[in-house]
């Protein structure tokens, strides 16, 4: 027990360092999580964030470093002394049990007494529009239904940490949508502090206090969403926010400053920014009729409220998205003029960190 | 068109039907009807006699010991068998150093013939230089036991060969059956606070339990079928003590020739083994709807 912890912090991982025999699934990782916050572990499949979910549920022992909660270390505790519950991907619903024994699996093994046992799974089968259903097996459920009896089993722990495994990945896109409304919405009035792990952008950003981007075992980013939308670290973080991401582009020097790969004719950053790469964001780009980066659409994908427009840039195979509300599928071949917004993200070619902007960016394109 | 398509189906049927029919119907249908007739000797041919058989049957002293006998037989070797078939599938399945050598070793029994297992069991229970006594000697310091000679111990040691046979074999549906359960339900359970032994009760064995209920039936059939070590080894000896039902109608049928009898012996063990069958489709019935 450290003082250093102080009240903050629900969740602090020190160093946190995961082998499977000679391969490293996660380097070091610190993370420090707020009592309340929901914190989504967001990455690539294989990046290491279910590792890292198994770790803090005590699945999976730490090959170093230490996990705190609430100050308690619990490195070295088996999964049920914890004080987390969990949520699996597939739901780990015992198939022989009924939904109410399903939800009370857990306190019956506790010995929690039986009269707050049923009182509490009356309260949670009620929170989670369960209560018609309590004598159904789980093969008898929908899907949707299936991920509601694990999220009552999770909740009625009433465990201050709850940890959850890509829950909604086996959802339809319209149910995905509702569930992840719902479950913000119980995290903040149980006041739970939640660990969500996906792979899906959009959940993260829509659902999270703070977003730890992950690739490759390391922490890409550890920001709150609208740090990360706005400032991403590093190149990976720009290409993985966003829908559509923000698209990257070479920069060289070209007279009168840096200028697109293969279009030096139209400088677009002042000249210490070649050699970097660019990022915008493709909502900011938008054909004009005035003068612009000439380009010429390659592809359009219609979304209804709006359309992306897929454009190459210059000779050199460079190519930008551009967002633009109301439906503008141009066939390609089309020539567009694109209209650029001010200097914002600069990534390193090298390693891939944001660069800070020139101190003086005067307006291009 | 109609004929063309019951011809058809008749030719589908056919070798099954077959098959079926000669080994299987014919052969109930023939014995019933044996055994309502006497046995035919020399010049006297078979005549009808009704339930005189079975009446004889009911007053027959060794009949209703070797039921005894099987009845004791299969409620000893059925739960023996099927506790340790599962007490080795857990330990098996366990993350333990020769696991492939332990599943192999457990198995061997199974695909060993009975006839060889009967002899070397033969050996082992000889008195005074048998393992077996080797072992109670050594442990107890007991003196030579005639194993397999004396009344009080022979049903035992018949008992003991079946449950060593058939153990094995359950082993493998048992080490299947946990195969398929899936890890994350143990972690699911570990999350939740449930001790071993929690788990065990209230996760793997329902979860085992269509399989368990495959075994029973399969370990009760057996236990009025597997008889082969009892005839290599005592004959039902000494004195009917390890006689069985199906040992009986062999000594009746092919030792005194009283085929009649031996018939209607046969048809009670056929009713007992179609009530088991019964019993196992109820159950079946019942308790697989899951998954």
């Given at each position: 027990?450290s ?38 572990l ?65 306190l ?19 929170m ?16 949707g ?9 999770a ?70 969403p ?58 900011d ?39 633009i ?8 071949g ?32 | ?159 003991a ?33 449930a ?18 209920l ?6 009760l ?12 080894m ?6 009917n ?6 040992t ?35 159950l ?8």
């Amino acid at each position: 027990m450290s003082i250093t912890d102080g009240p903050g912090a629900a969740i602090r991982l020190d160093a946190v360092r995961k082998q499977f025999g000679d391969t490293v699934a996660l380097h070091n990782i610190d993370i420090t999580a707020a009592p309340g916050s929901l914190i989504v572990l967001l990455g690539p499949s294989g990046c290491g964030k279910s590792t890292l979910l198994r770790v803090l549920a005590g699945l999976e022992a730490a090959s170093s470093g230490s996990v705190h909660f609430a100050g308690r270390d619990v490195t070295a505790l088996p999964p049920a002394a914890r004080g987390v519950s969990m949520v699996f991907q597939s739901y780990a619903l015992f198939p022989h049990l009924d939904v109410a024994e399903n939800i009370l699996f857990g306190l019956r093994a506790r010995k929690v007494p039986r009269a707050e046992r049923d009182a509490r799974l009356t309260r949670t089968a009620a929170m989670l529009g369960l209560a018609s259903l309590l004598e159904r097996r789980p093969a008898q459920l929908s899907g949707g239904q299936q991920q509601r009896v694990a999220l009552a089993r999770a909740i009625v722990a009433e465990a201050p940490v709850c940890l959850m495994d890509e829950p909604l990945s086996n959802l339809d896109a319209k149910l995905r949508a509702e569930m992840r409304a719902e479950i913000r919405a119980l995290q903040q009035r149980l006041g739970l502090t939640m660990v969500y792990v996906t792979h899906d952008q959009v959940e993260a950003m829509s659902m999270a206090d703070q977003v730890v981007l992950m690739r490759e075992g390391r922490v890409e980013q550890d920001a709150t969403p609208a740090e990360l939308y706005a400032r991403p670290a590093t190149a990976f973080a720009a290409g993985f926010i966003g829908t559509p991401p923000m698209s990257l582009l070479r920069l060289q020097a070209a007279p009168g400053g840096a200028a697109i790969a293969g279009a030096p004719e139209h400088p677009v950053a002042p000249a210490e920014a070649a050699g970097a790469m660019l990022g915008l964001r493709p909502e900011d780009v938008a054909p004009t009729d005035g003068p612009g980066l000439p380009a010429i659409v390659s592809g359009a994908e219609f979304l209804g409220a709006e359309t992306v427009l897929r454009c190459a840039v210059g000779t050199a195979g460079e190519t930008l998205q551009a967002r633009i509300p109301g439906n503008h599928a141009l066939p390609a071949g089309t020539a567009v003029r694109l209209r650029l917004p001010p200097l914002a993200h600069l990534f390193s070619s090298a390693t891939g960190q944001r660069l800070p902007l020139p101190s003086h960016a005067p307006t291009f394109a | 068109m109609r004929g063309r398509a019951t011809l058809h189906a008749w030719l589908m049927l056919g070798p099954a039907m077959l098959l079926l029919v000669a080994f299987t119907h014919y052969p109930v249908v023939a014995t019933l009807w044996h055994s309502l007739f006497s046995t035919p000797r020399g010049a006297r041919p078979a005549r009808f006699v009704g339930v005189e058989n079975y009446a004889a049957l009911a007053d027959d002293p060794v009949f209703w010991q070797a039921l005894s006998n099987n009845l004791l037989y299969a409620l000893g070797t059925v739960p023996l068998s099927i506790g340790l078939a599962l007490a080795m599938a857990l330990w098996v399945n366990g993350r333990i150093a020769g696991r492939a050598a332990l599943r192999v070793a457990y198995f061997t029994p199974t695909v060993l013939p009975m006839i060889a297992v009967a002899n070397l069991w033969l050996f082992f229970y000889t008195p005074d230089y048998g393992l077996v006594d080797r072992i109670t000697g050594f442990l107890f310091g007991w003196g030579p036991t005639n194993w397999i000679g004396s009344q009080e111990t022979a049903l035992g040691a018949m008992m003991a060969i079946a449950v060593w046979k058939e153990a094995g074999f359950f082993m493998i549906f048992y080490l299947a059956a946990l195969q398929a359960i899936p890890p994350v339900l143990y972690e699911a359970a570990s999350v939740e606070g449930a001790s071993r032994f929690t788990v065990f009760r209230r996760v793997t064995l329902p979860l085992l339990g269509p399989t368990t209920l495959f075994i029973a039936v399969n370990a009760l059939i057996n236990g009025f079928r597997l008889v082969d070590h009892i005839i290599v080894m005592t004959h039902g000896g000494p004195d009917n003590a390890t006689a069985l039902l199906l040992t009986y109608i062999y000594e009746v049928g092919f030792r005194f020739w009283d085929t009649a009898q031996a018939s209607a012996l046969t048809m009670v063990l056929l009713l007992i083994l179609a009530l088991v069958a019964l019993a196992q489709f109820t159950l079946l019935g019942r308790r697989t709807h899951y998954r």
